[in-house]
């Protein structure tokens, strides 16, 4: 660490010289300036004064004002534990002569008094006078214990506990992916990020958007903004430039309110987007793939006042020239979302918009005629079909309103509303009879879909923190509430010859058969193929749906001195969910429970802890079974245990988790488009061990790697699909740091996984499927303003499967991939 004090020395009774110590801009998900009441997880360790001053005002986002020669003899003891910034500041000016007062609402002037105390002041320089036109500000520095993303490694969450949380005090496996771990793997969507995370797969879908699986579990919708979405899909999502970071959390999250589609159990993905922000950006980003086609977008933000109070944020991008290796074509997106935030004293208020529009072909595949790979239709494109093209309209609106009340009380309260509409088509192959039974009629078919939903967010959260000697307690009270419509509200059937716009569906799927033969290649004659198939069109519906979860939510999380965190919640969750059965006539379905969860930290030392941690899971699945009606309520239980190691002067941390689930039924996704039909599966007991590690290891080094073993045993004593035993990822990232290399940097990384099983949806056959391995590199260069890298996927050009598929759907992973990616800050 270096800083720059060109005064060394101030005179006994001269006045105090200010100069700006620190000035940071407000980050997205840090506590607002100012807000001398919110409480803020503290680590920083002892140090110069100089540089834990530092770090206490990037953290705590306030300026500080000293003298130069004020602080250059003395160095501070440090601050940690969840703390107001006052407190903190007061532990690191603790025993020097130095005190704090708060200038204005953002301002804290550090100045000498005359009391002293039993600091050891670093040695002075008496041959250096004390010049008042020297005190110049304090150079960046790179502060160990500042807690804040740093590279590849990530220090705080806001989305287990609703508040800023240290990762090292949660007792819970957490990965966060940051913008610079997504910059330098070349990632283009969220199925990319989720790749090296440990215990993570995703299964492409007939729309072409991922399913993830956490733990062996369905993630369902996840969350944005630590506000779980009722129907989001990864390509309502916006392109990766509008996003900050992803956080992977494992575990059932149903303490948090998410109730997403589909049961979670195994953990949930959040997104936390971009937010305005003090601090002047001005960027361009840029993309050109063999598939991908060409994408442009721009990040600008910064102060729209004066004074600082008003601050911006406008995201925008566009892409078009999307294709897949069979050729389908016409891929195309667009983005644009502005924010605005306005920042007082007590208060910060927020709003955005976003506009999502998305047409994505749908990835390349096969089927199978029979029950194994080998068995795989030579032909992945179909004449007469519609094209796998899906779009995905989706406009949201969001705002964030934070206020700091007397006694340390703060109330937070955000929410969302948004509006989707999607559409598309694509083939397959519908299966009805067994493989033995396979003739060379109407194996293909043709699925054109649309969909509409609605869904809306609201959270609030009252929080205090205070301390009764060496215990700190940080309360929450929440409430929050989420409603979501799916599916039209009418009862009904489309006959042959009704089109869907006539019909007026909210969700609707329409599957025809083509009179091609999948075995040979060949077309057969439409009165051949009508004798196979029934010609009448099959249209499912939702049948319409309102979901609404609530909850009332309490949260203590305790710090017992230096050693122990121990995290205390309990949720009284409701579910509601109105839909009609089969004659027509309404249904309700209404089921509450009270959702607990307990976790202990124990610090062994300042850089290694040890956690516990057991949660409970209740998920009210509103995907339709086969009989139109919904499945039934399911419920879960983890028991986790792990160590978090900070590691390389706190630039790296090592993760291990073992973990242990119990569901008392699962669900097997039918069909992964609207409406999702589903049938209940058995129950499970999913158990695994994981390790990673980000962070920095050497200078201009950076390196994640992840390994995970698990086992799924259903308790039906059936074999578990889309399990593989063993998955393992890594990735190191290398910028040379002189001479003629320095601005080169290299980055390379392999993903591979184990064999799993699948199993078709008719007869139940089970399939290999192979176990993978897919290694990706890339080079940039840099500038004073710019980075360009060039980068190669699937290097060897491995045929890549997903985890797990059935008959019906065989994505293929796209072979060797070229992809420029770059950005220049104006």
């Known amino acids: 660490m270096q800083y720059s004090l060109r005064g060394r020395r101030r005179a006994l009774t001269g006045a105090l010289a200010l100069a700006w110590a620190v000035h940071v801009a407000c ?35 306030v300026q500080v004002l000293t003298a130069s020669g004020t602080i250059a003899n003395w160095r501070s003891s440090g601050a940690s534990g969840v703390l107001t910034p006052n407190a903190a500041l007061d532990e690191l000016l603790a025993g020097t002569d130095l005190e704090s007062e708060a200038y204005d609402a953002r301002t804290v002037v550090v100045r000498q008094r005359q009391k002293t105390g039993n600091a050891t002041p670093l040695p002075l320089d008496p041959s250096v006078a004390f010049d008042p036109g020297s005190v110049v500000p304090l150079a960046t520095v790179d502060v160990q214990g500042l807690v804040q993303d740093n590279g590849f490694k990530a220090d705080t969450t806001r989305t287990v506990t609703r508040t800023e949380a240290r990762l090292a005090d949660v007792p819970q496996s957490v990965t966060v ?106 960027t361009i980003d840029y993309s050109v793939g063999k598939y991908d086609g060409a994408r442009l977008g721009v990040d600008l933000a910064g102060s729209a006042s004066k004074d600082g109070s008003l601050t911006y ?108 509409h999607s559409n598309g088509s694509s083939w397959s192959y519908l299966s009805s009879t067994p493989f033995t039974a396979f003739g060379s009629g109407a194996s293909a078919v043709a699925r054109t879909f649309r969909y509409s939903g609605t869904y ?214 039918v069909s992964p488009e609207p409406p999702f039909f589903a049938t209940p599966g058995p129950g499970q007991t999913n158990r695994g061990l994981e390790l990673e590690f980000t962070g920095r290891i050497a200078p201009g080094l950076d390196l994640l790697a992840s390994l995970t073993e698990s086992r799924i045993r259903n308790h039906d004593d059936t074999r578990p699909t889309g399990a593989p035993k063993h998955q393992a990822a890594t990735w190191a990232s290398y910028r040379f740091g002189d001479g003629s290399m320095k601005p080169w940097g290299v980055a390379a990384g392999i993903v591979a996984r184990s064999r799993s099983e699948g199993r078709t949806t008719n007869d139940g056959q089970y399939f290999g499927i192979p176990g993978q391995a897919s290694v990706e590199t890339n080079v940039s260069r840099y500038g004073e303003n710019w980075r360009v890298t060039l980068g190669v996927k699937n290097l060897f050009s491995r045929t890549l499967y997903a985890v797990n598929f059935d008959e019906t759907f065989v994505p293929i992973r796209q072979g060797r991939v070229v992809l420029l990616t770059g950005t220049y800050d104006f």
Do not use: C
Not at 29 to 38: H, K, L, M, R
Not at 244 to 268: C, H, K, M, T, W
């Open 27 to 61: 980050a997205a998900d840090a506590p607002a300036e100012g807000s001398a009441n919110v409480v803020i997880p503290f680590d920083i360790a002892p140090q110069p004064l100089a540089t834990a001053l530092l770090a206490w005002g990037k953290q705590s986002n």
């Open 177 to 282: 992916v940051t913008r610079d771990v997504i910059e330098a793997q070349q990632a283009l969507d969220i199925g990319d990020v989720a790749r090296y995370v440990a215990g993570v797969q995703y299964v492409d879908g007939y729309g072409g958007s991922p399913i993830f699986l956490i733990r062996g579990f369905d993630a369902g919708h996840g969350m944005t903004d630590g506000m779980p979405n009722g129907i989001a899909r990864t390509e309502d999502l916006p392109p990766l430039i509008g996003i900050e970071r992803v956080e992977v959390l494992r575990g059932p999250e149903a303490i948090l309110g998410d109730a997403s589609q589909n049961n979670n159990f195994g953990g949930s993905i959040n997104v936390v987007m971009k937010r305005p922000q003090a601090e002047t950006v001005r």
């Open 313 to 420: 944020r406008v995201v925008a991008s566009g892409q078009r020239g999307e294709k897949t290796p069979q050729g389908d074509g016409g891929g195309r997106g667009a983005y644009v979302a502005p924010s605005l935030a306005w920042q007082g004293d007590r208060t910060r208020v927020m709003g955005g918009v976003e506009f999502v529009d998305n047409r994505v072909p749908g990835p390349e595949h096969t089927v199978l005629l029979g029950p194994s790979l080998s068995a795989a239709s030579p032909t992945r494109s179909v004449p007469g079909s519609p094209g796998d093209i899906s779009t995905y309209r989706t406009v949201r609106g969001v705002f964030e309103v934070d206020h700091d009340f007397a006694d340390d009380w703060a109330w937070h309260s955000r929410g969302q509303y948004v509006r989707q």
């Open 456 to 669: 809306w967010t609201w959270q609030n959260d009252l929080t205090r923190t205070f301390r009764t000697g060496d215990v700190t307690h940080t309360v929450l009270i929440g409430v929050d509430l989420a409603r979501t419509h799916a599916g039209d509200s009418g009862g009904g059937s489309i006959t042959e010859g009704t089109s869907v716009d006539e019909a007026d569906r909210s969700a609707v799927i329409v599957t025809r058969p083509l009179a091609y033969d999948l075995r040979t290649g060949s077309t057969v004659s439409a009165k051949y193929n009508a004798l196979v198939t029934p010609v009448n069109t099959t249209v499912q519906t939702l049948g319409g749906s309102w979901q609404t979860n609530s909850g009332v939510y309490f949260q203590d999380q305790i710090s017992l001195g230096d050693r122990w965190n121990i995290l205390a919640a309990l949720r009284r969750t409701r579910y509601e969910l109105d839909t009609r059965w089969s004659d027509g006539s309404p249904r309700k379905v209404r089921k509450e429970r009270w959702v607990p969860k307990l976790g202990v930290v124990y610090k062994l030392t300042h850089d290694v802890s040890l956690y516990a941690d057991t949660s409970t899971g209740f998920q009210p699945d509103p995907a339709l079974g086969k009989d139109g009606q919904p499945l039934p309520v399911a419920t879960s239980r983890q028991l986790e245990v792990g160590t978090k190691v900070d590691l390389f002067d706190q630039r790296a941390r090592l993760t291990v988790a073992a973990y242990r689930i119990r569901v008392d039924h699962s669900v097997d996704l």
